[in-house]
């Protein structure tokens, strides 16, 4: 299948700062694509460029089959939702969803029906006549998302566009904006920093790093496998556990740290097991205890420090041999700081990482 | 009455909004210093009032803060209609007319080039764009003087010397810099968004400009009004190099008034002739003062 948006060698500098290095993306009809990263590292200027509002410095973007490199905003095919919603603020809803079709010179009766239609599809009916500023966040995000909805484009580009929006709504309108791609099946970008919309939403996620693509993959691989450490330690919360060693594979494959050695003969090594220095990486939600312990081949005598409460879930953070690490249990386990307690896992779920390059080993 | 009973100090406790003094230190302070400021800025402008209401004898009298005796608007008329500027003799209405069409072309020309390139400046960062503004805005430390002359032959090689029009063109290119930087910073503090939105939405350079920037700015457009009303309407330099005597503005035949030397002082006369000759800035300011205040805050507060 021809791909819906293809980014070949963009990069884009603001004068001496490059902010993009050469990207490579390839997004299928339909995808949900979403990007992903710390602030600053260039998700916005991405989607800019995608949109057409920002020149490129090198390189080409393709949308459906078509050089868009050089063309206007308008005319590439896209819709763009932002985090300010950026409504026009003297127009009515009405007239914030019509002004991109008027410009475009369509007929009266057409600009209605779908304007129409868009109100329909978000239930805001009763808010068309009403200003901006008489809408909650909510609905003015939904207007936003109207906007670019009216257009019937291809590709939806989305800058954060529940990031201003209490925890709450923005837990329900992440899911209408997953309901809404569905039943449309447009392809999406959508751009954010929070890692519940990425894994919950996206069909691949793109984890970026100063301008650089770290990992682009299905949410389940970034999560179970992240190709490097950054990746890893950004992905979950909280953050995965990493402790620092040797691999030995003289004989059966072994990390040793200054004060700890086990065998790690369940994981996966990418290229067959490796040796050398690197980080050992395992998530605390995948550190076990109780009866749970009887499928762990590792384990350790841990000391309880502090126990964060979650309700669903305790936090409990430790130290194993002095290291410290942390793990989730059950919300109704009984644990105080200075438990001793033991803890273990399985080696097959842990991630491991050189430790010069932070690549996947 | 239960309630009394269980909190018996509730009335002498701290509750509801703190009660001020009305007359602490600090209010005795700050509003002392404001009156005899006011004071001392509304003297003279007392004694101009009070002047031009009276006749000459009384004006001779010498009680120059004394009410008049008896009211006469004589000197008003005389100073609109009849008093001698020069040549002729028709008072200052000449001036305040040859003002109107004045100030009101150039009011006008200005604001317009000047928000049009206070967008393009703020939103559309074309070539050159920096290099641009930073030539505008040194153009504002240029002194007047140094451009006099040069100006002069400008106009005359352009055939406009001596005519309205030609100071319409230098009050415009004088006004530029500071109204530039004054709408580049306003557009500059809208939202970006709202600017990349419209342009998603395949509107161009002018339907931006005109159905999304100027709806939002009409505050700065009446800062930009008042700023050049007054500027130009008090401009005494200019409207005496670049007109001919019969299209001087109200202020340089304000001056002919007040400094001809034939005859008497009449001091009634020359206050009636300030007066009217301040009348239209001081009009503008109280019209439009609200809004005014209004737009410098929301510069302001927006860097
Ligand atoms: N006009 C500009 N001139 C110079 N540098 C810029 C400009 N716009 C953005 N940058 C820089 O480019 C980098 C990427 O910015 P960008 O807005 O794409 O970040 P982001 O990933 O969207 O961050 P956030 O999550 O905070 O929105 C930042 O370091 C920023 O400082
Ligand atoms: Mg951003």
Request: proline fraction near 5%; hydrophobic fraction near 45%; charge should be neutral.
């Given at each position: 299948?021809e791909?819906?948006i ?16 050469n990207l490579?993306?390839?997004i299928?009809?339909?995808e ?18 995608i949109?057409?509002l920002?020149d ?7 949308i459906q089959?078509k ?12 819709g ?9 603020p ?5 007239g914030n969803?019509?002004?991109g ?22 239930q ?21 998302i109207?906007r ?14 529940l990031s ?9 309108l992440?899911v209408?904006?997953?309901?809404l ?11 954010t920093?929070d ?5 919950t ?8 790093k100063?301008?650089?693509?770290q ?18 330690d ?7 556990n ?9 004989g ?16 996966e090594f990418?290229?067959g ?10 998530r605390?939600?995948h550190?076990?205890t ?11 005598d ?10 669903s879930?305790t936090?409990?953070?430790?130290k194993?041999?002095g ?10 386990a009984?644990?105080r700081?200075?438990d001793?307690?033991?803890?273990g ?17 | 009455m ?9 009335s ?9 003094k009305?007359?602490?230190?600090n ?10 400021v006011?004071?001392?800025?509304l003297l ?26 008896e ?5 008003w008329?005389?100073?609109w ?15 305040f ?9 150039s009011?006008?020309?200005?604001i317009v080039?000047?928000?049009?390139n ?8 074309f070539k050159?764009a920096?290099a ?5 805005i040194?153009?504002?430390?240029i ?14 090689e352009?055939?406009?010397y001596?005519?309205l ?23 500059t ?33 009446v800062?930009?009004m ?9 401009d ?7 007109t001919?005597?019969?299209?001087y503005?109200?202020t ?6 007040v ?11 020359n ?12 009009v ?8 005014f205040v ?8 927006k860097?």
């Amino acid at each position: 299948m021809e791909s819906s948006i293809s980014i070949r060698d963009l990069s884009l500098s603001f004068g001496a700062v490059k902010v993009l290095r050469n990207l490579n993306i390839e997004i299928g009809q339909g995808e949900f694509l979403v990007l992903l990263g710390s602030s600053g590292c260039g998700k916005s200027t991405l989607l800019n460029c995608i949109a057409g509002l920002l020149d490129v410095t090198d390189g080409q973007i393709f949308i459906q089959g078509k050089n868009v490199t050089w063309a206007e905003p308008s005319d590439r095919g896209i819709g763009m939702v932002f985090q300010s919603y950026a409504l026009y603020p003297q127009m009515t809803v009405e007239g914030n969803l019509s002004f991109g079709l008027k410009n475009a010179g369509m007929a009266k009766d057409e600009i209605k029906k779908r304007v129409a239609r868009a109100a329909e599809i978000l239930q805001i009916e009763p808010l068309l006549k009403r200003k901006p500023a008489a809408l909650s966040g909510g609905q003015r995000q939904r207007v936003a998302i109207g906007r670019a909805l009216v257009r019937d484009v291809d590709v939806f580009l989305f800058d954060e566009p529940l990031s201003n929006l209490d925890a709450k709504l923005r837990a329900d309108l992440r899911v209408e904006i997953k309901r809404l791609h569905q039943r449309l099946k447009n392809t999406m970008i959508y751009v954010t920093h929070d890692q519940v919309e990425a894994l919950t939403l996206a069909d691949r996620i793109a984890i970026m790093k100063g301008g650089n693509i770290q990992q682009l993959a299905s949410p389940n691989e970034i999560y179970n496998k992240p190709a490097n450490k950054y990746v890893a330690d950004f992905i979950g919360s909280p953050s995965m556990n990493f402790l620092e060693g040797v691999i030995d594979i003289s004989g059966a494959p072994q990390f040793n740290s200054d004060v700890m050695s086990f065998d790690i003969s369940g994981y996966e090594f990418v290229d067959g097991p490796t040796g050398g220095p690197a980080w050992f990486g395992i998530r605390p939600e995948h550190i076990v205890t109780g009866e749970l312990l009887a499928n762990a081949p590792v384990q350790f005598d841990a000391e309880v420090e502090l126990v964060e409460p979650m309700g669903s879930d305790t936090l409990v953070w430790a130290k194993v041999e002095g290291v410290p690490m942390h793990f989730r249990m059950d919300g109704q386990a009984e644990v105080r700081s200075g438990d001793q307690m033991r803890i273990g896992f399985d080696p097959a779920r842990a991630n491991i990482f050189n430790k010069e390059t932070e690549l996947r080993i | 009455m239960a309630d009394t009973a269980v909190h018996p100090a509730a009335s002498s406790e701290p509750r509801g909004p703190k009660p001020r003094k009305k007359l602490s230190r600090n209010n005795i302070i700050i509003y002392g210093t404001l009156l005899v400021v006011a004071f001392y800025y509304l003297l003279p402008l007392y004694v101009m009032v009070v002047t031009s209401l009276k006749g000459m004898p009384e004006i001779r009298l010498g009680n120059i803060f004394s009410p008049p005796v008896e009211i006469t608007f004589e000197p008003w008329v005389k100073a609109w209609s009849q008093a001698c500027t020069g040549l002729n003799c028709d008072g200052l209405s000449r001036g305040f007319w040859n003002s109107i069409r004045i100030t009101v072309p150039s009011v006008i020309v200005s604001i317009v080039i000047a928000s049009v390139n206070g967008y393009a400046l703020a939103n559309w960062k074309f070539k050159g764009a920096d290099a641009f503004f930073t030539i505008l805005i040194f153009g504002a430390f240029i002194p007047y003087q140094v451009m006099l002359y040069p100006i002069v032959i400008m106009l005359r090689e352009i055939g406009l010397y001596g005519t309205l029009w030609g100071l319409v063109i230098v009050h415009t290119i004088f006004g530029m810099p500071i109204l530039t930087l004054l709408f580049r910073n306003y557009f500059t503090s809208l939202p970006e968004e709202l600017f990349k939105a419209a342009r998603v939405d395949g509107a161009g350079f002018w339907r931006i400009y005109f159905q999304i920037m100027l709806p939002m700015s009409l505050p700065i457009f009446v800062v930009a009004m008042i700023l050049q009303v007054t500027g130009i309407w008090n401009d005494f330099l200019f409207g005496v190099v670049y007109t001919k005597p019969d299209l001087y503005p109200m202020t340089v035949q304000l001056n002919n008034i007040v400094n001809s030397v034939q005859g008497v002082k009449e001091y009634n006369v020359n206050m009636a002739a300030t007066l009217l000759t301040g009348l239209v800035p001081l009009v503008i300011y109280f019209v439009s003062g609200k809004l005014f205040v209004r737009g410098i805050a929301a510069g302001a507060v927006k860097g």
